[in-house]
């Protein structure tokens, strides 16, 4: 068994999930991929992180089943003895306005990006309550904290992961486990890319620095929350957006 510390991230097969991992990887953290995506994308993923020296687990499930993920973390759990940090990453959108969003589209969105925080936090924020150590960041959104035309699902999600980061940081704090978020505001992965240019284009008039942010911002500021330069910190949320909420 290896003695680096280990890092659960869901969604690390690519964007920003990919990044973090690789920033953690650099840490010298052993990581742990749950996606529920490609198996081929996230074995290139899973290579990616070996060649920089720590070992990569990757676990094909979907973080919205409050079953299969109890499992799986019981599962890791005995494999790696722990886990040291959780990465709530994996999200998706399902974009349309309200007057014509189906009840599906709304469901799986909340489904995925609310509830497979809230199952991944209830099962290893137990293992990490009993271990006495931990820590654990949530991926918002800033639309998150400001809302977005055409995304009710979506924002209602991620708002909804900042109260599971700020609940989760009150019930764990007493046991030194802390619990913060990183909002992201428009950033370059497979997820904008399905955007038209013209939103595109429009959106990045509304960032005072101007430009779309990277996977890698996203990533140094979670590599910082895990870190102890962020040991005061809990119960936060990062904005990661070139300045778009402010
Ligand atoms: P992405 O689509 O590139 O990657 C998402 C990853 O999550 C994929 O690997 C996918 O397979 C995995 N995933 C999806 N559903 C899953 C499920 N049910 N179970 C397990 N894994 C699942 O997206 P991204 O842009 O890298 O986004 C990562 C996170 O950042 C998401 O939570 C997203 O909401 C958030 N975010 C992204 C942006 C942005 O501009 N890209 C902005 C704010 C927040």
Known sequence: MSENKKAMVTG???????AIALRLAKEGYDIINIDYGSPEIAQEMQ????????????????????????SLVKECIEKHEGIDV???NAGITSDTL?????????DKVIAVNLKGTFNMMRHVGRKMLRKRSGCIVNISSVVGVMGNAGQANY???????LGLTKSGAREFAP?????????????????TDKLKEEYKQAFIEKIPLK???T???????VAFLVSDDASYMTGQTLMIDGGMVM
């Not at 046991?175 to 997820?191: D, H």
């Open 211 to 213: 430009r779309i942010g």
């Open 47 to 70: 290579k990616e992180v070996q060649s920089l020296g720590v070992s990569c687990d990757y676990y094909k499930c979907d973080v919205s089943s409050f079953q299969d993920t109890e």
């Open 12 to 18: 690390a097969s690519q964007g920003i999930g990919k």
């Open 155 to 161: 924002s209602a999600s991620k708002a909804g992961v």
């Open 215 to 221: 996977p890698e911002d996203v990533a140094n500021a």
């Open 86 to 88: 959780l990465v709530n």
């Open 98 to 106: 309200f007057s014509v969003m189906s009840e599906d589209a709304f």
């Open 175 to 191: 046991r030194g486990i802390r619990v913060n978020a990183v909002a992201p505001g428009f950033i370059e992965t497979a997820m």
